[in-house]
């Protein structure tokens, strides 16, 4: 779907920094939005996880059922390391390993229900400001926005894995 269009060269640097800006702003709305969630919860309840351990379930979550070897190498740390923080997320009940129904030998990492309870917070607000997108466009805008969001994810972010969507998540 990559389109090639003629455009002005000079208004290139001001194009891509107005896009940058605006990206750069909607971005950050939605973690402030989801740390102040996630330091409310947090303070409701003891603090069942450090910071580090909320972004390695996040991560676990976003990665779609990695092996601890995948979770190691997809943030750069040694295999040991990586099993230290899987086991406490495995102790704390926020993550659980599930058999591989091909190969025995290898286990899956997955968030469990209890992860979904308290720290899946973003997926709310998401689907608040979708709505509010919704009530906002056109049908044709929709769609064009829909496009360009499909296109970031599967062509456009080749640093990223790309996250192909399954039932309305990332």
Do not use: W
């Not at 779907?1 to 800006?21: F, G, H, T, Y």
């Not at 049908?139 to 296109?151: A, G, T």
């Amino acid at each position: 779907m990559q389109q090639n269009m003629i455009r002005e060269p000079e208004s290139e640097d001001a194009v891509c920094q107005e896009l940058e800006k605006n990206f750069a702003a909607v971005y950050a709305k939605f973690k402030i939005h989801f740390y102040q969630e996630a330091f409310t919860i947090m303070q409701e309840r003891e603090a069942s996880l450090s910071t580090v351990e909320v972004f390695c379930v996040e991560l676990i979550y976003a990665l779609k059922s990695p092996t601890v070897n995948e979770f190691a190498n997809f943030i750069n740390i040694s295999a040991p390391n990586a099993a230290y923080k899987v086991n406490s997320l495995l102790k704390k009940g926020y993550i659980k390993k599930v058999q591989s129904p091909v190969d025995k030998r290898e286990y899956h990492l997955v968030v469990t229900e209890k992860y979904y309870k308290y720290y899946n917070l973003s997926t709310s607000y998401l689907s608040r400001v979708v709505r509010r997108i919704y009530q906002r466009f056109t049908d044709e805008q929709l769609k064009f926005i829909s496009e360009v969001l499909q296109v970031m994810n599967e062509e456009l972010m080749p640093e990223s894995p790309s996250l192909k969507i399954k039932g309305g998540e990332a």
